[in-house]
């Protein structure tokens, strides 16, 4: 199994960003499949999830601004990041769980005031 992130960068305050993680070796639709982030100094902390029957549900901290989504034809799980703000400053993984847990490497995300 391997989950590959990217999309990430620098951005201003306001910005977007869509990050995208890959998956091979798994499906993603039937999974529990997430993003979570850590800030420097700061445990890792959820962000958003989507469960086998399409539910979302996200951090209150990214709610109305963050949407999670999967395209299943790429097998890839997608977070379109609206309205970024200095405090999402973090390194951001997906995770699939199918009865064992999967993260990806990370990828960074920086916003500027």
């Known amino acids: 199994v391997q989950l590959v992130e990217s999309g990430g960068g620098l951005v201003q305050a306001g910005g977007s960003l869509r990050l995208s993680c890959a998956a091979s070796?798994?499906?993603?639709?039937?999974?529990?499949v997430a993003w979570y982030r850590q800030a420097p100094g700061k445990e890792r902390e959820f962000v958003a999830r989507?469960?086998?029957?399409?539910?979302?549900d996200y951090a209150n901290s990214v709610k109305g601004r963050f949407t999670i989504s999967i395209e299943n034809a790429k097998n890839t799980v997608y977070l379109q990041m609206n309205k970024l703000q200095p405090e999402d400053t973090a390194v951001y993984y997906c995770?699939?769980?199918?009865?064992?847990?999967?993260w990806g490497q990370g990828t960074q995300v920086t916003v500027s005031s």
């Open positions: 989507i469960i086998p029957n399409s539910t979302t």
């Open positions: 070796g798994i499906m993603l639709r039937g999974n529990h």
């Open positions: 995770r699939v769980v199918s009865g064992y847990s999967y």
